[in-house]
């Protein structure tokens, strides 16, 4: 399975769904991350598609505040079923059941604030929910 992660910086123009697709391809992707999509309810499942290459796949996003933030993960269907995702403002974590593994598998999208105390909110956060999974 190949993970790839990227800050879009905004996600509105087809030549940057177009170099998603490129990279989705080159590296052979089971899970993308985006991260500053710069989108808010534009988003459709046409451009993740646009960005994905086909149909065959599932996602979840954040909509953005204003120009700021915004999350995407796309993921193929045949490589992991997702059973929650988790959403804040800064992360969203998509749990579920990747094929190579017999237990649930987490991954987490993060666009992290500026602040030093806000960051460190995020991490306090983060580590409590990992703190209340249980693991195989």
Not at 48 to 67: M, P, Q, V
Not at 74 to 93: A, G, H, L, P
Request: with cysteine.
């Amino acid at each position: 399975m190949n993970i790839v992660s990227l800050n879009i910086r905004g996600l509105g123009e087809t030549r940057k769904r177009d170099w998603v697709q490129s990279l989705c391809r080159l590296h052979k992707a089971s899970f993308f991350g985006l991260q500053e999509t710069h989108l808010d309810r534009s988003l459709n499942r046409e451009m993740i598609r646009e960005c994905w290459g086909d149909y065959n796949f599932e996602f979840a996003y954040e909509n953005a505040s204003g120009r700021s933030g915004g999350l995407v993960s796309i993921w193929d269907r045949n490589y992991f079923t997702s059973s929650e995702v988790i959403k804040s403002r800064s992360f969203f974590i998509v749990i579920g059941i990747c094929s190579a593994f017999s237990c649930p598998v987490a991954f987490v999208n993060v666009y992290g604030p500026q602040s030093l105390s806000d960051k460190h909110k995020l991490w306090e956060e983060l580590l409590l929910i990992k703190n209340s999974r249980t693991t195989c």
